[in-house]
């Protein structure tokens, strides 16, 4: 099992510029999550997949983000046009469809510092 | 708004003590509660789930409650040791989706030798 993996663990960007993310789920897991999280907060929900379609965003979620997942394995999270108040942990988490479905698998997140 | 609250950012305990941490829930009662761990600049791990219908579980040293007419749950680590220390997160499913977690801010807990 080699869990949730997450690239890169940490990223420092100018105001303006676009970033993204890269997230490789458990293999067998057919949801993928992405949160965002700030100091002193929990988690905050962002968006979720099952398989390759993107079922729910937030509203958090600006038109400046956007997540992908084209095979249904791994998933991209992009924000455009970054700002300082984007500055945060990214998240993401996998579970699996079945009788333990509500437990989620989170990976250790990419921590994004705009300047 | 479907909030969570837990109680005080810092909690303090004496190795070998029970730490009991709170989390309180508004408007409707969940179907279920998790509770996560959190180390600095790591993910939630997953610790415990109890649903509605279950009054406490039980996972080695750590036991969840969950009391629908309080809209509260409360976990507990009995003999703690100093291994113990992290920030605790409870979460509930979104009344809208199933597939959307809220967290609480978490509880800070730190386990003195």
């Known amino acids: 099992d080699t869990g949730v993996s997450q690239n890169p663990r940490h990223k420092i960007t100018k105001r303006g510029q676009n970033v993204t993310f890269r997230c490789d789920p458990i293999s067998e897991h057919n949801r993928l999550y992405w949160y965002r999280q700030t100091l002193g907060q929990g988690p905050e929900f962002l968006t979720y997949f099952q398989n390759e379609a993107q079922l729910e965003k937030s509203r958090l979620l600006s038109d400046r983000f956007s997540a992908e997942r084209p095979k249904g394995s791994f998933s991209t999270l992009e924000i455009q046009r970054t700002e300082q108040g984007d500055s945060a942990m990214y998240l993401c988490?996998?579970?699996?469809?079945?009788?333990?479905?509500?437990?989620?698998?989170f990976g250790s997140g990419t921590q994004l510092s705009v300047l | 708004s479907q909030k969570i609250e837990q109680n005080s950012e810092a909690l303090n305990i004496q190795e070998g003590k029970t730490a009991t941490l709170t989390c309180n829930y508004t408007?409707?009662?969940?179907?279920?509660l998790q509770w996560y761990r959190q180390d600095p600049g790591r993910g939630p791990v997953f610790l415990l789930l109890i649903r509605e219908n279950e009054k406490e579980k039980r996972k080695e040293r750590l036991k969840v409650t969950f009391d629908t007419t309080l809209k509260q749950s409360l976990f507990h680590i009995t003999a703690s040791q100093p291994a113990d220390s992290a920030t605790y997160l409870c979460?509930?499913?979104?009344?809208?989706?199933?597939?959307?977690?809220?967290f609480g801010s978490g509880t800070q807990l730190t386990v003195l030798p």
């Open positions: 979460a509930r499913p979104s009344s809208g989706s199933a597939r959307q977690l809220t």
């Open positions: 408007n409707y009662s969940p179907a279920y």
């Open positions: 988490a996998s579970s699996h469809t079945g009788t333990e479905d509500e437990k989620l698998f």
